[in-house]
């Protein structure tokens, strides 16, 4: 059973257009799954009903086996998150911030608050205000409270936003360590699609409120390469790769059959007379199917 079952989401925020429309996917255990789609694509609202915050129309959110919707507290109580900005009292330290808004849950144990923040790099800084932290502080020491008590999953909500790239590695990391180390499970939303992609093993695309993808990141599920062609030519290229069960893209991308080689084909190209003026390997990335989904090209 996974972990995190959203199932049939459906929600209204306007008569004429659902903001989601039966939307459905699964996150295992111990994997990490990021949460595409364009702004207004749904996504915010998704966490916000995971995180019982909006409630659906229709459907429902599963966490652990226990609903959001009907056992919000038990679903919850095994969930972190860091939804939205991060906000915190800047005439406290991060420690006091920390011991704070932990006790809205009614949970503390020191012990385990200091571990979190050495966890997070933020150990050396806890007794100073948070009015002194960079935008990557906060962030870290957002983390360290979603963190408390345990949680077996976590929900991060642009957790990369406004970084700066080496705050974006380090963060990177980190989530990572989480995975590999604790086996934490995690549901991220980005725009960030490079991040995602190195981050990820799973992935759901939303468009308009409708889930259009949900699977392997391509770029670490398809094993074929994908070659590049330049060409003044492109109809008779495609001719060619017509007759030996090839395909060209209306962008020069070509998709070869497993019994030909891409020399092989360039040679095809050649005898044919077809000028080739650039021929590279280019492996599908998580962008190529991104773009093509939410029909950005």
Partial sequence: ???????????????????????????????IVGLLGHNGAGKSTVLGITLGMVRPDEGEVRIGGHSVQRSRAKALQQIG?????????DYLTGWQN??????????????EAR????????????????????????????????????????????????????????FREFILKLKNEFGMTILLNSHLLAE??????????????????????????????RFQLETPDLD???????????????????????????FEFVKRLVEAGVRVNAWQQHRRTLEDCYLELTGAQ
Avoid at 81 to 89: D, G, L, M, S
């Fill in 115 to 170: 571990r979190v923040l050495k966890m997070v790099n933020l150990h050396e800084r806890a007794e100073h205000k948070t009015s002194t932290y960079s935008h990557g502080m906060k962030q870290r020491l957002a983390l360290a409270q979603a963190l408390l008590p345990r949680p077996k999953c976590l929900l991060l909500d642009e957790p990369t936003d406004g970084l700066d790239p080496e705050g974006i590695r380090e």
């Fill in 196 to 225: 995602v992609e190195l981050m990820c093993d799973r992935c759901v695309i939303l468009k308009q409120g409708r889930k259009v993808y949900e699977g392997p990141v391509p770029s670490k599920e398809d094993a074929r390469p």
């Fill in 81 to 89: 998150a860091i939804f939205e900005t991060a906000v915190f009292y």
């Fill in 1 to 31: 059973m996974p972990l995190i079952e959203v199932q049939h989401l459906t929600k209204h925020w306007r008569k004429d257009k659902p903001a989601l429309d039966d939307v459905s996917f699964d996150v295992g255990y111990g994997q």
């Fill in 236 to 262: 008779e290229a495609r001719a060619v790769a017509g007759r030996c069960g090839a395909s060209i893209r209306h962008d020069g991308s070509v998709d070869l059959p497993p019994d030909i080689l891409g």
């Fill in 98 to 111: 920390l011991r704070v808004l932990c006790s809205l849950s009614g949970y503390w144990d020191e012990k």
